[in-house]
């Protein structure tokens, strides 16, 4: 009976389609809106942009932005391919909320003279450009593209909007 059962079972594996889909081992990869879903990924963008103004991107390490943040040097590369990956989503992130800021202030102006509604969007542009939430600008300040790299980088995220909203 023992011989038996034996048999039937490699019986049954042998029959087994040959080409029946595997699946993939491992835990499946997130969709990008999923990769925030109670990681630390907004935590590493933060002190990242605060260490690229601080001290600049090449004196900042992807070690360094670990440290800052609690990690172990190589955490953030769970979140992000490469030093300049996270670049990119500091000066994409930047842009966001940059466009946010002036958008709110042009809806609140609607009714306002025209020379208000230019010194209120003035202001709000220093505001980004030197306010307390404006760790991403460095990053596009004045020769910061001068480098192939860096303005690689800038086309890079460029590109990468111009994808996620067309």
């Given at each position: ?16 389609p040959p080409d029946s ?136 995220v460029v590109r990468r ?6």
């Amino acid at each position: 009976m023992g011989a038996d059962l034996g048999a039937d079972v490699s019986a049954g594996l042998a029959t087994a389609p040959p080409d029946s889909p595997r699946r993939p081992r491992g835990r499946p990869r997130k969709t990008w809106e999923q990769r925030d879903d109670g990681n630390r990924r907004q935590e590493l963008i933060r002190s990242a942009a605060r260490l690229f103004r601080a001290r600049g991107l090449s004196a900042t390490s992807t070690r360094d932005i670990a440290a800052a943040v609690g990690m172990q040097s190589g955490s953030p590369f769970y979140h992000f391919k490469s030093k300049n990956a996270l670049l990119c989503e500091v000066m994409e992130q930047g842009m966001h909320s940059a466009i946010a800021r002036q958008a709110a202030t042009l809806q609140a102006l609607r009714a306002a003279e025209p020379q208000a509604a230019l010194a209120a969007l003035i202001r709000t542009h220093f505001d980004i450009l030197l306010g307390a939430d404006s760790d991403f600008i460095p990053v596009c300040a004045p020769g910061a593209a001068a480098s192939a790299g860096r303005a690689e980088l800038v086309g890079a995220v460029v590109r990468r909007r111009k994808r996620r909203f067309a």
